[in-house]
């Protein structure tokens, strides 16, 4: 057989490749098997799979619908003005940019967009759970720029507005991000709004993580309040890998401009037929239940685990990730992880705010609901979690607990079938 007819599982790459056909069969099953708590991953859908996978990955088509380098664009144009007509009615948005490649991407096209090299950029620090792309040192972004971090209290571990305050006022950040990769709590974007126009500073928002709660309302949303608003499609959007940007139509050309011809060459078409798929679904009130649900579920963990002695950052959560410290009970993040994984329990070790450890080695773990929800698992599962995890963590070293809890894990996760896998 030539091709995938579609009715038979990949029988194309079976037989032309049968290493990677059996080493995506194993990650398969490690979908299925494991319960995955890392809070920026997800289950796309089949559909979605589908798209990303098709035959527009073939196509060329730099520029833009009706501006294109290429002829043959008949259908490329209408996948992406869809994609765009979607994301425009679930965001509410001026203008949105589908051709980041990702997340990272799509923020280097608001820094072409809006700043020379050298100029002054401020935003979470990567310690207190910013992402690398808003001015760490060890980014393009913390090189090319000067960077003036702000960070969380002390007191609650809430970012410090006043703080942002003052550092904006002394630095006059020409960028300010307002974006975070592992802060459990609710952004206040007008707070950030009246800073940024204080200073004269551009604002943009980063809402990679949090992109499927605002496209809902289960988060309050940036749109038209920020200058632009840059997010990854594969986290709670439940979208393929990529990136998106939404502005006010006044930015709308730099924006486009900065993606291609600035950073970028030809979108990738097959993954931009993907987030239309996921933007259609979005649109559904389903997936509005669906991110309640992911919130639901990561303040019922929190309270599990709270309940069993441990040290949730701040106290809990108001989105779909919970941040552990886990001083108090001995174990680093690293092996807790590493343990967590043996048992089928998969998340990541992560530095919490003021971690007197190292990075590659820091005190916590950040614990996410996106993908675990997506499966239909409700507050019975997040209890069960909390168990495991409280006996894996008092005992990260008894193999024979850490398999017997993977069989468990997998004979629960059984009863959860997941969206887009297929065994
Ligand atoms: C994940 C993330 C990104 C980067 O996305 P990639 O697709 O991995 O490049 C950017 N910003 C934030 C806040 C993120 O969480």
Redesign the pocket.
Known sequence: MAFNDGKTKDPALASADPEIARLIEEENRREHESMRLIA?ENYASRAVLEASGSCLTNKYSEGYAHKRYYEGQAVIDQVEELAIARLKTLFGAEHVNVQPY???PA?LAVYLAFCNAGDTVMGLALAAGG?L?HGHTVSITGKYFKSVPYGVRKSDYRIDMDQVRALAKEHRPKLLWC???AYPRTLDFKAFREIADEVGAVLAA?I??ISGLVATGVHPSPIGIADVVTS?TH?TFRGP?G?MIFCKKEHAAAIDKAVFPGLQGGPHNHTTAGIAVAAKEALEPSFKTYCQEVVVNAKALGEALVSRGFDVVSGGTDNHLLLIDLTNKGLPGKPAAQALDKAGIVLNYNAVPFDPRKPFDPSGLRIGTPAVTSRGMGRPEMERLATWMDAVVKAPTDESLLARIAGEVKEACGHFPAPGIRL
Do not use: L
């Open positions: 920026s990702s997340g990272s923020n992402h792309t974006g975070t990769t980063d990679a993580h990854t986290k890998r990136g």
